[in-house]
């Protein structure tokens, strides 16, 4: 692979198509659309939204529940607008519309709409022909929407995904002991990095971990069997 190749690779590395979610505005459902919206955010490597995701979904689902009605038909409704992370809630009410109150911290109501502007960016109603919808949008730090957030060990990871596509010769520490161990600590580093990479890529790490392990097992397998073949001879 070309670095050339791999740079591309990295900039469209992640697709996050929309999705959404009918459901019923029960107090159950709250908890399972939480869960929801956590297990997508990781498969699109936006791990660290999720606090602030669950408390959008949690506040615009009650919202509905309290001021249109338990038992109300609703739509979850997920997607990226450029690079921020869209949070929609669709019911069928255009009558009540959420409003932010100055709710102070012994109020009992009255602040859904004030924890919602406290973590987006924006939020809004939008008024169609046989429904509201009330949305919200999370800053993601992304540089583009199918792009991954930069963080510094990501950054060293692509840089050695680049190394690797760019040269086949293996890297050779200095000799002795601290050669050795200075070598050992970056590998350590290196390992470390590419966690992360696989992390906010979306990818399971266990199972890549698990796959990287039965890799090495089967070569060291194929490794020590060819010895014992030379050794026989």
Same mark, same amino acid.
């Given at each position: 692979?070309?670095?050339?190749?791999?740079?591309?690779?990295?900039? *469209?590395?992640?697709?996050?198509?929309?999705?959404?979610?009918?459901? !019923?505005?029960?107090?159950?459902?709250?908890?399972?659309?939480?869960?929801?919206?956590? #297990?997508?955010?990781?498969?699109?490597? #936006?791990?660290?939204?999720?606090?602030?995701?669950?408390?959008?979904?949690?506040?615009?689902?009650?919202?509905?529940?309290?001021?249109?009605?338990?038992?109300?038909?609703?739509?979850?409704?997920?997607?990226?607008?450029?690079? $921020?992370?869209?949070?929609?809630?669709?019911?069928?009410?255009?009558?009540?519309?959420?409003?932010?109150?100055?709710? &102070?911290? $012994?109020?009992? %109501?009255?602040?859904?709409?004030?924890?919602?502007?406290?973590?987006?960016?924006?939020?809004?109603?939008?008024?169609?022909?046989?429904?509201?919808?009330?949305?919200?949008?999370?800053?993601?730090?992304?540089?583009?929407? &199918?792009?991954?957030?930069?963080?510094?060990?990501?950054?060293?990871?692509?840089?050695?995904?680049?190394?690797?596509?760019?040269?086949?010769?293996?890297?050779?520490?200095?000799?002795?002991?601290?050669?050795?161990?200075?070598?050992?600590? %970056?590998?350590?580093?290196?390992?470390?990095?590419?966690? $992360?990479?696989?992390?906010? $890529?979306?990818?399971?790490?266990?199972?890549?971990?698990?796959? *990287?392990?039965?890799?090495?097992? *089967?070569?060291?397998?194929? !490794?020590?069997?060819?010895?014992?073949?030379?050794?026989?001879?």
């Amino acid at each position: 692979m070309r670095r050339e190749e791999a740079f591309v690779i990295q900039e *469209a590395c992640m697709s996050r198509k929309a999705w959404d979610l009918d459901f !019923i505005a029960e107090p159950e459902e709250v908890a399972a659309l939480r869960r929801t919206v956590r #297990l997508h955010l990781d498969v699109w490597g #936006l791990h660290d939204l999720t606090d602030a995701a669950q408390l959008c979904v949690s506040e615009l689902v009650s919202n509905i529940i309290t001021h249109v009605g338990v038992g109300t038909p609703a739509t979850l409704a997920v997607s990226m607008n450029g690079v $921020h992370l869209r949070i929609e809630v669709h019911d069928p009410d255009k009558r009540a519309l959420p409003t932010l109150l100055d709710a &102070n911290v $012994h109020s009992e %109501s009255g602040r859904g709409m004030a924890l919602v502007d406290a973590v987006a960016v924006r939020w809004g109603v939008q008024l169609c022909f046989d429904r509201k919808v009330t949305w919200c949008e999370l800053a993601t730090g992304l540089t583009s929407p &199918n792009g991954h957030v930069g963080r510094p060990e990501v950054l060293r990871a692509e840089a050695l995904l680049d190394f690797y596509a760019a040269v086949k010769s293996p890297f050779r520490p200095d000799s002795g002991r601290l050669g050795r161990a200075v070598a050992e600590e %970056s590998v350590v580093t290196a390992i470390t990095d590419f966690l $992360h990479w696989l992390r906010v $890529h979306g990818c399971d790490v266990d199972e890549v971990l698990d796959r *990287a392990q039965a890799r090495y097992d *089967a070569e060291l397998g194929s !490794i020590e069997g060819g010895l014992g073949s030379q050794i026989e001879r």
